[in-house]
């Protein structure tokens, strides 16, 4: 049986990390590369970025970040890739498979589509076949309609689709997704613990992986997800950037409890990362 996954998820706007709050609210953190160093000392079994820029400006017209300032996606993606001692999965603003080819061979591992895959759900199929089921993952972001119901959303939670959350990961499946990344856009940066009741909806009526995002304010929290909502992995964004050493003590909790996750130690060589011996 494979191990539960722990994912950092590192939200990318106009070149710089940020902090998220329903899906609004977006506060700068930090340059992209430092955030993926710390992320794989830490021993994050995988790393989920996305990217949630409004545009394809990367030019933040500064000299005084003390780290390169990219002007494309692409540069970041291959910068951060060389970093990063974990796979790495890599969305937003995919539309076409020549982007998937283009990302994939600036060193991501895995692709995520969202907005695209609800538009066009035959390029889901088409992807997996180019590329491998294991190779894609679909984004599934869900929010409380105006009757108390779930309801997938896309273009950065801003359009409806009357979509049951349900319905759509079931079609995910049937079209060659290998993994849903399932999103609660309500409860985003709020720190109020998963949506279990949408998650056990959604795992119940698939048999691929899915990996739940939104609400992480306490380590309780992945426990809840893992054993009440029996996702294959955790992801959360916000918790990891202001806790020191967290994904390792998230490993470190979740290990203690008697959950089945890889067995938590930093990565080999650490301190000399930190101390750039190691490049």
């Known amino acids: 049986m494979l191990?539960?996954?722990?994912?950092?998820?590192?939200?990318?706007?106009?070149?710089?990390?940020?902090?998220?709050?329903?899906?609004?609210?977006?506060?700068?953190?930090?340059?992209?590369?430092?955030?993926?160093?710390?992320?794989?000392?830490?021993?994050?079994?995988?790393?989920?970025?996305?990217?949630?820029?409004?545009?394809?400006?990367?030019?933040l017209n500064r000299d005084d970040l003390n780290h390169e300032n990219h002007l494309s996606i692409i540069d970041i993606i291959k910068d951060v890739s060389s970093h990063a001692f974990m796979p790495l999965t890599f969305g937003g603003g995919i539309r076409d498979i020549d982007r998937i080819h283009t990302i994939l061979n600036a060193g991501a591992d895995k692709v995520t589509i969202n907005t695209?895959?609800?538009?066009?759900?035959?390029?889901?199929?088409?992807?997996?076949?180019?590329?491998?089921?294991?190779?894609?993952v679909v984004s599934i972001d869900v929010a409380k309609n105006n009757k108390n119901i779930n309801e997938v959303k896309i273009e950065r939670g801003k359009e409806w689709t009357g979509l049951s959350p349900v319905d759509w990961a079931c079609e995910v499946e049937r079209l060659g997704a290998g993994e849903i990344l399932l999103n609660s856009i309500d409860r985003d940066g709020l720190q109020n613990g998963y949506d279990i009741e949408l998650i056990q909806d959604v795992v119940n009526a698939v048999s691929i992986p899915v990996i739940s995002i939104g609400g992480v304010g306490h380590w309780e929290d992945f426990k809840d997800a893992l054993v009440k909502g029996g996702v294959s992995a955790v992801s959360a964004a916000n918790i990891f950037h202001h806790t020191e050493q967290s994904v390792l003590n998230a490993k470190k909790y979740l290990f203690n409890q008697g959950i089945d996750v890889r067995t938590p130690e930093l990565l080999k060589g650490a301190e000399q990362l930190f101390q750039g011996k190691l490049k």
């Open 116 to 136: 695209k895959a609800v538009l066009d759900p035959e390029f889901i199929t088409e992807s997996a076949k180019i590329f491998g089921s294991q190779c894609i």
């Open 3 to 59: 191990k539960h996954r722990i994912i950092p998820c590192l939200l990318l706007r106009n070149g710089v990390i940020v902090q998220s709050k329903g899906f609004k609210r977006h506060q700068v953190l930090g340059n992209p590369t430092t955030a993926v160093q710390r992320l794989s000392t830490w021993a994050a079994d995988e790393l989920i970025y996305l990217d949630i820029s409004p545009n394809s400006i990367y030019d």
